[in-house]
């Protein structure tokens, strides 16, 4: 088993940046992808980002400005967002599978708890 933990999350002016971090443990040996999805309710889980064996991979609604980045020696994966819109207002969710990275949230096998990104106007 895998726990995720998510923290940074908060309420932030547009224009301003956050940094998420999402802490692994357990069976972290067998994780091959880490990712980021968000929601805001009504909706469905919205793909953000993952990073997959070095690489990393955006979704077109924040490429060019959130970037993630992983730290394998802290089992820590970051979600770097600047240039925050009030429209990237949602929790926040860090997610790992044991293959390699995926779009759809359902293919994602462990998930945290979530962090709310809240970005005023």
């Known amino acids: 088993q895998v726990q995720l933990v998510e923290s940074g999350g908060g309420l932030v002016q547009a224009g301003g940046s956050l940094r998420l971090s999402c802490v692994a443990s357990?069976?972290?040996?067998?994780?091959?992808?880490m990712g980021w999805f968000r929601q805001v309710p009504g909706k469905e889980r919205e793909f953000v980002g993952l990073w997959s064996h070095s690489n990393t991979y955006s979704a077109d609604s924040v490429k060019g400005r959130f970037t993630i980045a992983r730290d394998g020696a802290k089992s820590t994966v970051y979600l770097q967002m600047n240039s925050l819109k009030p429209e990237d207002t949602a929790v926040y969710y860090c997610?790992?599978?044991?293959?390699?990275?995926?779009?759809?949230?359902?293919?994602?096998?462990?998930w945290g708890q979530g962090t709310q990104v809240t970005v005023s106007s």
């Open positions: 997610a790992a599978r044991s293959y390699g990275g995926a779009l759809r949230a359902d293919e994602w096998t462990y």
């Open positions: 357990g069976r972290t040996f067998d994780l091959y992808a």
